[in-house]
């Protein structure tokens, strides 16, 4: 029985990955809507606030976001056709799987810190003892005018 159910989950699981997002991310769902016989895309803007479902074929996200002061929460399958794309607008950090706390928070409050992944200070740390391409080229140009120096003293003798 199982083995019916993983061979229909592996048939309707999605091809190409949605992106990288994490909870306490800014996000724009990209949806498409069926209103009659027409088609468009709706963009659905707000904060990731739940993950769940792992890597299995009911994974769901749930983005919140404040609308005429009424706070208004969707849950996407991450597996659906209707979700055409989700691009991540801002790195939020967060220290919680689930921001549930967001829902009784108003105006600024309900803001996330901004995790910042190119900070110089973590590129040189992961580089080791390695100088950074900053310092080098400062060293380099700090060694140029010596030698021009010392090849002009030489030819004046």
């Known amino acids: 029985m199982s083995d019916i159910i993983n ?3 592996a048939r309707h699981k999605r091809e190409d990955p949605l992106g990288a997002f994490q909870v306490g991310d ?6 498409q809507i069926r209103e009659g016989e027409k088609e468009r895309v709706q963009i659905f803007t707000g904060t990731v606030i739940k993950i769940q479902g792992g890597h299995s074929i009911r994974a769901t996200f749930t983005v919140r976001r404040i609308v005429a002061g009424e706070g208004v929460e969707r849950t996407f399958p991450f597996h659906s056709p209707i979700v055409l794309a989700v691009e991540v607008r801002r790195k939020g950090k967060a220290r919680r799987s689930k921001l549930f706390y967001l ?17 110089p200070r973590s590129a040189a740390a992961k580089a080791g003892s390695a100088k950074a391409p900053d310092q080098e080229s400062v ?3 700090a060694d140029e005018p010596e030698i021009e120096e010392s090849s002009g003293a030489a030819a004046g003798v």
């Open 103 to 119: 829902r009784d928070r108003i105006g600024k409050a309900t803001r996330v810190k901004e995790r910042r992944g190119d900070d």
């Open 7 to 9: 061979e229909i989950d």
């Open 139 to 141: 060293e380099e140009a």
């Open 26 to 31: 800014t996000v724009d769902v990209h949806v």
